[in-house]
Nanobody, 121 residues
Framework: QVQLVESGGGLVQPGGSLRLSCAAS????????MRWHRQAPGNQRELVAQVTRGGSTNYADSVKGRFTISRDNAKNTVYLQMNSLKPEDTAIYYC???????????????WGQGTQVTVSS
């Protein structure tokens, strides 16, 4: 009923930038907090950044000052602008959101399929 689709990953050199997008579609009633997580090989999945419906943001210490999360409520889309990328940012990045549907107004947790970000020279 609800899908999250990420895009914008790829290969970038250290110091470069990428912008990830995640679009939600389906029988959406309301989207609450939207988040980006990442998981590097051999590591646990970690929360990178989150943004509330009202626009309040939080970031992991490792990305503060380099990454910016934003959202467009009219487009049901969340973005992650990643600047000054480092090799340690290499991971699969996942979009996640709390969403209520037209069929069930209690918010549930939805995830995208992930997009690979590789930072390497």
């Amino acid at each position: 009923q609800v899908q999250l689709v990420e895009s914008g990953g790829g290969l970038v050199q250290p110091g470069g930038s990428l912008r990830l997008s995640c679009a939600a579609s389906g029988s959406i009633f309301r989207i609450y907090t939207m988040r980006w997580h990442r998981q590097a090989p051999g590591n646990q999945r970690e929360l990178v950044a989150q943004v509330t419906r009202g626009g309040s943001t939080n970031y992991a210490d490792s990305v503060k000052g380099r990454f910016t999360i934003s959202r467009d409520n009219a487009k049901n889309t969340v973005y992650l602008q990643m600047n000054s990328l480092k090799p340690e940012d290499t991971a699969i990045y996942y979009c996640n959101a709390d969403i209520s549907t037209v069929w069930d107004t209690s918010a549930k947790d939805y995830w995208g399929q992930g997009t690979q970000v590789t930072v390497s020279s």
